[in-house]
């Protein structure tokens, strides 16, 4: 049972039950290796990923990583709203963590994370404050409103939030696409944000010209 008072999380000991299921949404082209060994960068370990399959490369890291329980391929649905419902079905965590595939990790991101929420009984969603850190390394950090105006800038659920899986329990039943899904997880939920940008993007829009290459971000700011 991953709840705090039945268990502990040791870095680097795989449970059969994690902690936390990081769910990839989209899977972008060219990122699911590099965003798999971002998460196994990241201080805290207790957790299981989900991508999104339907790519030759996903399927490849599916097929390469087959006897990793940490890793499991989502098959491709009649769309993609049916896919990322059938992610969140199979997730196992105690906490669910939405992260868009363009996204680069600070190392602290899941441990801070996850503290927010052991500490804070009532909140069911803890976000991020996001960099966009551009091609000349400057960065832009995004706080409050600003972070919901980016998150609609990028797709249908948040760049990043971690969040308590009873919500998402409530809210399957009914079905939906994953922004309904999300709208309704929001409403029912307490929101908490960590000021630092753990998280970064490499553009204000999916509509800019992206890098071919993205790499993990380091440092945090407090002020």
Do not use: C
Not at 16 to 40: I, N
Not at 182 to 197: C, I, Q
């Amino acid at each position: 049972i991953p709840h705090r008072f039945y268990r502990k999380s040791e870095r680097g000991y795989i449970y059969e039950t994690p902690k936390v299921s990081w769910v990839v949404t989209p899977t972008v082209a060219g990122r699911a290796a590099d965003l798999w060994k971002q998460f196994l960068k990241q201080s805290f370990t207790d957790f299981e990923v989900l991508f999104m399959g339907g790519s030759a490369e996903v399927d490849r890291l599916g097929e390469t990583l087959a006897g990793d329980p940490r890793l499991t391929v989502v098959p491709s649905g009649a769309d993609e709203g049916s896919q990322f419902r059938a992610a969140l079905e199979a997730s196992r965590g105690e906490y669910v963590a939405l992260l868009h595939g363009w996204a680069s990790l600070d190392h602290r991101l899941l441990s801070r994370a996850v503290r927010r929420l052991d500490g804070n009984p009532r909140t069911s969603v803890v976000r991020s404050g996001y960099q966009i850190v551009t091609g000349d390394g400057n960065a832009t950090y995004l706080y409050d409103e600003a972070m919901t105006d980016l998150d609609a800038e990028w797709g249908d659920v948040p760049v990043f939030a971690l969040t308590r899986r009873r919500e998402w329990a409530k809210v399957l039943r009914e079905g939906g696409e994953a922004a309904q899904l999300w709208g309704r997880v929001e409403e029912l939920s307490d929101v908490k944000a960590l000021r630092d940008g753990l998280v970064a993007l490499p553009a204000m829009s999916p509509a800019h010209e992206l890098p071919n290459e993205f790499p993990a971000i380091t440092g945090e700011r407090t002020q």
